[in-house]
């Protein structure tokens, strides 16, 4: 009976290591999901921030460079007012992309007849102030878009900013004979601020206009 007693207590300390191997075992299982799963983790987290950066980059669009399309001088007699005065002027259209400098050598004949109609209605007077250089530069800008049938505004719109323009030339006419000397504070001082402000021009065909050469005689 003695001999018999003893084999269970045997058995009994053959099944504690299983049983320690196998929670070890299970351990050693859960430390390599975890690990895993920081590393797989890391790694998302690294390729999506990756792949947000070159996203980013890809909408950026790159920077054109300026397209400028060189006019040939033009020489114009200005309105008379006591003397017979002239301009001469080099003048260099800024364009949005090559295809409206084939557009524009095309139209050449219109493009020189609107430019030189607009310079020979100007005064030697208005363009003498940086105002007036100015605003015959967005007047060519406006009449160059009209040609290439991009203008922003309808032909009556148009039309009535030059009867309002013809408008404002009178008043200043009348208000120089009644009292010249106020009239020419009052134009000094408007010089003073610098003229007309360049207007926004940079979603248009035609953008700016660069005077390279500008003479009255």
């Known amino acids: 009976m003695a001999v018999s007693a003893g084999k ?3 058995a009994s300390d053959e099944a504690a290591p299983k049983a ?5 075992l299970i351990k050693l299982l859960v430390i390599v999901l975890v690990v895993g ?4 983790g890391g790694a998302w987290w690294y390729l999506g921030h990756k792949n947000a950066e070159g996203a980013a980059e890809a909408k950026q669009e790159p920077v054109k460079p300026p397209v400028f399309y060189p006019l040939e001088t033009f020489t114009v007699n200005l309105v008379l007012i006591e003397t017979p005065q002239f301009l001469q002027t080099g003048i260099t259209l800024k364009v949005s992309d090559n295809a409206v400098v084939e557009e524009l050598k095309l139209l050449t004949p219109v493009v020189r007849d609107r ?4 310079m020979s209605s100007r005064k030697s007077t208005d363009l003498l102030t940086i105002e007036g250089k100015r605003q015959l530069g967005n007047d060519i800008v406006d009449a160059m878009n009209e040609v290439l049938g991009k203008s922003e505004a309808p ?13 404002d030339a009178k008043a200043a006419e009348d208000e120089e004979e009644k009292d010249p000397e106020e009239a020419k504070d009052a134009k000094d001082a408007k010089d003073t601020k610098g003229g007309a402000a360049p207007k926004d021009n940079s979603k248009r065909a035609v953008q700016a206009v660069l005077f390279t050469t500008f003479i009255i005689q």
């Open 37 to 40: 799963g920081a590393i797989g």
């Open 115 to 118: 430019i030189l109609m607009l």
């Open 8 to 10: 269970p207590e045997a």
């Open 20 to 24: 320690g191997g196998k929670k070890g």
């Open 155 to 167: 032909a009556k719109a148009v039309a009535k900013k030059a009867d309002a323009k013809a408008a």
